[in-house]
């Protein structure tokens, strides 16, 4: 069984964590956009959200992987302008609903 990465988030912006000491991320000033979609694993369904930069590569990370809640509840105090309830409308989506971008850089 693989084991999920680990998310961590600070002033910087938000860092995945695949093997020990093997991290990536993006700042937070280099987030162009958001959006999110679900995804059918088979035996769950999950909540994925996707970071975006400008150039079209993207930071994709999974509801249950560990420190998902804490990118969460960072993104109002660094992303200004996002809609309080733009994870609800990620949440709300079915696996057969196209991705659905709920913030773009001004």
Known sequence: MTKNPRITVDDRGIWREDDPGKSFG???D????ISGYKLDGITKIYTCVVFDWEYGEYLELNNDWDGFEKVLSAIPKHLPGILQN????????TVKDESLIVWTKA
């Open 26 to 28: 993006i700042a937070w």
């Open 30 to 33: 280099e987030i162009h956009s």
């Open 86 to 93: 733009w994870y609800t409308k990620i949440e709300a989506l």
